[in-house]
T-cell receptor
Framework: QKEVEQDPGPLSVPEGAIVSLNCTYS??????FMWYRQYSRKGPELLMYTYSSGNKEDGRFTAQVDKSSKYISLFIRDSQPSDSATYLCAMSESQGAQKLVFGQGTRLTINP | NAGVTQTPKFQVLKTGQSMTLQCAQD?????MYWYRQDPGMGLRLIYYSASEGTTDKGEVPNGYNVSRLNKREFSLRLESAAPSQTSVYFCASSGLTNTGELFFGEGSRLTVL
């Protein structure tokens, strides 16, 4: 069983829809949670960063962490075609990237 | 404003051939990383270098070697390529921030026949 599980999709939704992307994990020591966005044939870029449990909002994006359920989510409101990308969750026990564990990534397409 | 630059972008090798992937960053970051990305497997760490002069194994180091040439450059070498090493390879760097954000290159697509 992988330490971090993410539904690979693909997920296809119409423009303007609310999108929910999720990851589950098994390591209760994870404290730092991230979402990276990867456009086709590009490297991933950090989208959201959250420490411990709770919500974080940045524009149309909201990251949620539920440590009791070992479950994290990324919500995208008013989705746009430019949001079409692969979204990877990542998490670690400590600060720094050396021990970062990535999910498999979910490929998302927003249809105009 | 180049960020992380990887070369080559594409490469086809025959089984048993060797090659080196080059990576350079211009952000004055201390730490550098090599990942591979395969369908259904996500990003997996091959090797990393926390600072100039140090290197450490990641999750999947077998079949690879690395060299941290200086603070800017971190190379990945395949001594005897195997079809299982067909993948997209990403170099990344990170600086001293709270988030430990990784900055990635655009990737090198390697096919081993």
């Amino acid at each position: 069983q992988k330490e971090v599980e993410q539904d690979p999709g693909p997920l296809s939704v119409p423009e303007g829809a609310i999108v929910s992307l999720n990851c589950t994990y098994s390591n209760s020591a994870f404290q730092y949670f991230m979402w990276y966005r990867q456009y086709s044939r590009k490297g991933p870029e950090l989208l959201m960063y959250t420490y411990s449990s709770g919500n974080k909002e940045d524009g149309r994006f909201t990251a949620q962490v539920d440590k009791s359920s070992k479950y994290i989510s990324l919500f995208i409101r008013d989705s746009q075609p430019s949001d079409s990308a692969t979204y990877l969750c990542a998490m670690s026990e400590s600060q720094g990237a050396q021990k970062l564990v990535f999910g498999q990534g979910t490929r998302l397409t927003i249809n105009p | 404003n180049a960020g992380v630059t990887q070369t080559p972008k594409f490469q086809v090798l025959k089984t048993g051939q060797s090659m080196t992937l080059q990576c350079a960053q211009d952000m004055n970051h201390n730490s550098m990383y090599w990942y591979r990305q395969d369908p259904g497997m996500g990003l997996r760490l091959i090797y990393y270098s926390a600072s100039e002069g140090t290197t450490d194994k990641g999750e999947v180091p077998n079949g690879y070697n690395v060299s941290r040439l200086n603070k800017r450059e971190f190379s990945l070498r395949l001594e005897s390529a195997a079809p299982s090493q067909t993948s997209v390879y990403f170099c990344a760097s990170s600086g001293l921030t709270n988030t430990g954000e990784l900055f990635f290159g655009e990737g090198s697509r390697l096919t081993v026949l």
